[in-house]
């Protein structure tokens, strides 16, 4: 199990990694747009990433290319809110394929998935922090190195605790 704590550090096996979290801080998910990272146990549905500038992901996790076209809609008035959807859209979202390298690795953690919930919050997302570890709007956030290390090590039914 992957342990995140408050400290701002993810635990993993023998790895322990500094991380930034969301500035509000870990506590239950309010709504879209709080900056709480969620309280709880996650599992991480796929693995996000951009193959220009990650040449091979290894992991036992499902990946997914990124595309120029693709995007995460945080709208809770759509049909499509917190999934992943096709660019341009009329509907909120953000970008998976981003000039800065923040999504070159994304691991999706399956909050407010099944079923989701409109206004809950979504796109709650490990992937790759700012050189100061800049809090998020509510992500958990590594070092790239750190990031494809722990991509390496996970395994599909590898939990994510959050406390």
């Known amino acids: 199990m992957i342990i ?3 400290s701002g550090y993810l635990e993993y096996k023998n790895f322990k990694f500094r991380c930034a979290l969301g500035k509000s801080g870990i506590k239950k998910k309010i709504k879209e747009g709080d900056c709480i990272t969620p309280k709880g146990i ?3 549905n796929k693995i996000y990433y951009r ?11 499902n990946t997914v290319k990124i595309k120029k076209n693709m995007g995460w ?31 070159d690795l994304v691991l999706v953690l ?20 700012k050189n100061s570890y800049k809090k998020t709007k509510g992500c958990i956030a590594l070092k790239k190195q750190d990031l494809i290390q722990l991509a390496k090590n996970i395994k599909k039914n590898t939990r994510i605790k959050i406390n």
């Open 42 to 44: 996650f599992k991480i």
């Open 110 to 129: 399956n909050y407010n998935t099944n079923p989701i919930i409109k206004n809950k919050g979504s796109a709650i997302f490990i992937h790759v922090a």
């Open 4 to 6: 995140v704590k408050k």
């Open 73 to 103: 809609c945080d709208d809770p008035r759509s049909i499509f809110y917190n999934k992943q959807i096709k660019l341009p859209s009329k509907f909120s979202h953000e970008k998976l394929y981003r000039k800065d390298s923040l999504y």
């Open 51 to 61: 193959a220009d500038k990650i040449k091979k992901v290894r992991t036992k996790v």
